[in-house]
Structure formats: C-alpha cells, structure tokens
C-alpha cells in the first residue's frame, strides 16, 4: 500500500522559519511534490525532488532522503499569506500521485 | 494552475440526481487526473485518462461514477443518483506526459459539489 504522513496542524510567527516534514511508505519512487493550498482554492505546484538533497527557490526549500522515505519543506522568512495548506505527494511510479492529509499552517503576528 | 479550466465552480444537487463535471485540460495536455477532497482530508485519486482511454480509474467507485475523455472536448466526470456523501471538492489536473519528472503540476481550481 500508499503511505504519507505529515503533520495536521503547525503554527509559526511571521518573520520565521517553519520546517513542515514528510514520511513515506510507496510502492515506488517517481519523485515527491510539494503544494499550496489556500482554503477554497486549488493547490498550487511549489517544489519537486526526486535525487536526494535541497532544492531552494526563493524562500522555499525542499529536501528528499530517498533512503529515509523523508522530505521536507522549509520555508523562511514567513509571510501572513503562507497561511495555508501544504499538501506532500509522492509518485510512486508510472502512476498518479499520492498525496498526504496535508499540514495547515496558521502564521500568526 | 489558470491553464486547467474547470466548470462549474460550484453545483448543488438534490440526492438522486446526476452531477456532470467538466475539466478541460491545459493546451497540448492530452492526460487528465481526476481527484476529490473532503473537508480536513487529502487529495484521493479516483481516475486517470488519456485521449479516448481510461488508463487506471483504481479509485473510482465501482457504481454510480464514470469518467471520459474524448477525442474532442473536455473531460466528464459524471456522478449519477447522488447522495449526501458526494458532496466534496473534485480536483482535475493535466499533463503532457506520465510516467516521469515533473509532469503533474497544474490543477484546476476545482468543482465544489453539495448534495442537498
């Protein structure tokens, strides 16, 4: 079977760094996605990784541990609009993705 | 995401009736994914088309749902007899082509379906 987890819930200051991580159990391995997701709205592509290390783009980061079956996003220098839901999935193959529960971060003041 | 147009945005059904989906895919796109989320839930998969085929519909309910992709035109997702626990948000997104990198980016801003 599919496994992702990651955190429900996060809460992080504005003007902070947050690390949002992410566990897998896949069949396969065709590279993991990060999305946004704002309430109501669709998700939005932030990051894909799929050999092992960081991937920085502006002020979001992602890491793959292929060998962990980890990744995590980073992102700095908090905004009130990154409020929002931050959606893992994996590709497990020549198959659609699978995507965890998603986190909700809330950025507060 | 703006490429991958959905309609409607929004649908109330009354329990029995058919609720019809539409999702046109980003120009040049010839795959489309189908998804449906609940409140407080993920993304689930439920179907995987490409032009005139389903390749993989694994997450589709055997009864009442059935998706196309034809030839010309957008891509149906097509939920007859409806029931209260249909009411979710259904996600298309479209690529170009499956199986490697980074090619299932961009979704459509979703079908919000309420079944009253």
């Known amino acids: 079977g599919q496994n992702i987890d990651q955190p429900t819930e996060m809460t992080a200051t504005e003007g902070a760094i947050v690390q949002i991580n992410c566990t897998y159990q896949?069949?396969?391995?065709?590279?993991l996605f990060w999305y946004q997701q704002h309430a109501g709205e669709a998700p939005t592509f932030l990051s894909y990784n799929v050999l092992d290390g960081l991937e920085e783009k502006g002020r979001f980061s992602s890491f793959l541990s292929r060998s962990k079956g980890y990744s995590y996003l980073l992102l700095k220098e908090l905004q009130m609009k990154d409020s929002a839901s931050y959606l893992c999935a994996v590709k497990p193959g020549n198959t659609p993705l699978v995507f965890g529960k998603g986190t909700r971060l809330s950025v507060i003041a | 995401n703006a490429g991958v147009m959905q309609n409607p945005r929004h649908l109330v059904r009354r329990r029995g009736q058919e609720a019809r989906l539409r999702c046109s895919p980003m120009?040049?796109?010839?795959?489309v994914y189908w998804y449906r989320q609940l409140p407080e839930e993920g993304l689930k998969f439920m179907v995987y088309?490409?032009?005139?085929?389903?390749?993989?519909e694994s997450g589709m309910p055997k009864e009442r749902f059935s998706a196309e992709f034809p030839k010309e035109g957008p891509s149906i997702l097509r939920i007859q007899q409806v029931v209260r626990g249909d009411s979710a948000a259904y996600f298309c997104?479209?690529?170009?082509?499956?199986?490697?990198?980074?090619?299932?980016?961009?979704f459509g801003q979703g079908t919000r379906l309420t079944v009253v």
């Open positions: 088309l490409q032009k005139e085929n389903i390749i993989d």
């Open positions: 997104a479209s690529s170009s082509l499956s199986g490697t990198g980074n090619t299932e980016a961009f």
């Open positions: 120009k040049g796109h010839s795959h």
């Open positions: 896949t069949s396969g391995f065709n590279g």
